[in-house]
């Protein structure tokens, strides 16, 4: 059950905000698509990337695993935390294309609701060869 193992290890490594965790969930040239067009396929440039959850605060995690194979299978994330610096809430700004809301200087930086699906393949070790993850997200509604 490699699916259920590694999204088990993906709550674990989202929660604890732990980088290298989340790198070491890959083979040497695993591959994390974070986006159809944007692949992670290093241990260093997944821990970077995955860097970026150290600015989250307040995080709840849940995932289903939808379908599996021996080697593979589909689940469905939901996460939600509250924005720990003006810096995160720019980044989740420019990766959801929207550009930043209109806020003034003195609002709270608002809590995100990411929602999402993954799609992974396994080697008989189960470590992650290719990881792909389609996600939207919404600042929660005030």
Same mark, same amino acid.
């Given at each position: 059950m490699p699916i259920h193992a590694f999204m088990s290890a993906y709550k674990r490594v989202w929660l604890e905000q732990d980088s290298e965790g989340f790198a070491g969930l890959f083979t040497e040239n695993g591959q994390y698509w974070n986006t159809p067009f944007q692949c992670q396929d290093t241990f260093e440039l +997944? !821990?970077?990337?995955?860097? +970026? $959850? !150290? %600015?989250?605060? *307040? $995080? *709840?995690?849940? &995932?289903? @695993?939808? =379908?599996e194979t021996p080697n593979g299978g589909i689940a469905h994330w939901h996460v939600e935390y509250q924005v720990a610096s003006e810096e995160l809430f720019e980044i989740w700004a420019k990766s959801t294309g929207t550009g930043l809301p209109d806020r003034r200087p003195d609002d709270p930086l608002p809590r995100m609701i990411l929602d999402g699906t993954l799609v992974g393949q396994f080697n008989h070790a189960g %470590? =992650?060869? &290719? @990881? +792909? $993850?389609?996600?939207?997200s919404m600042a929660q509604p005030g």
């Open positions: +997944r !821990k970077t990337y995955w860097d +970026r $959850i !150290k %600015l989250q605060q *307040s $995080i *709840s995690h849940e &995932n289903e @695993v939808l =379908a %470590l =992650a060869t &290719n @990881v +792909r $993850i389609w996600w939207h």
